[in-house]
């Protein structure tokens, strides 16, 4: 029903930056709320980051205040997550996440994208 395709994942060194998008198939975008999660090798799945279908609340993991930014463009059907200050323990698998009704930051999230690798190097 909704198809969410991340991009924008890479290898990068310890301080660089990165930009990841999430792009919905679904028009409407702005009817659905956006997240960002991510999964290290050998650990859970973990919330990153949230902002509610017209960007009236954003939530970040205490991990990433300050670093990470969270954005969307409604038109572009497109949502975004800045990464700064990139550290080698934020290598991980980032998924993008979509959910309708309330907002709440932490999910359940119905639809989820395959994933972009992120790899920070030490």
């Known amino acids: 029903q909704v198809q969410l395709v991340e991009s924008g994942g890479g290898l990068v060194q310890t301080g660089a930056s990165l930009r990841l998008s999430c792009e919905a198939s679904?028009?409407?975008?702005?009817?659905?709320?956006m997240a960002w999660f991510r999964q290290a090798p050998g650990k859970e799945r973990e919330f990153v980051s949230a902002?509610?279908?017209?960007?009236?609340?954003?939530d970040y993991a205490d991990s990433v205040k300050g670093r990470f930014t969270i954005s969307r463009d409604n038109a572009k059907n497109t949502a975004y997550l800045h990464l700064n200050s990139l550290r080698p323990e934020d290598t991980a698998v980032y998924y993008c996440?979509?959910?309708?009704?309330?907002?709440?930051?932490?999910?359940?999230?119905?639809?989820w994208g395959q994933g972009t690798q992120v790899t920070v190097s030490s």
């Open positions: 902002i509610s279908s017209l960007s009236e609340r954003i």
């Open positions: 996440a979509a959910r309708a009704g309330p907002y709440l930051s932490r999910g359940p999230y119905t639809y």
């Open positions: 679904r028009r409407a975008f702005d009817f659905w709320h």
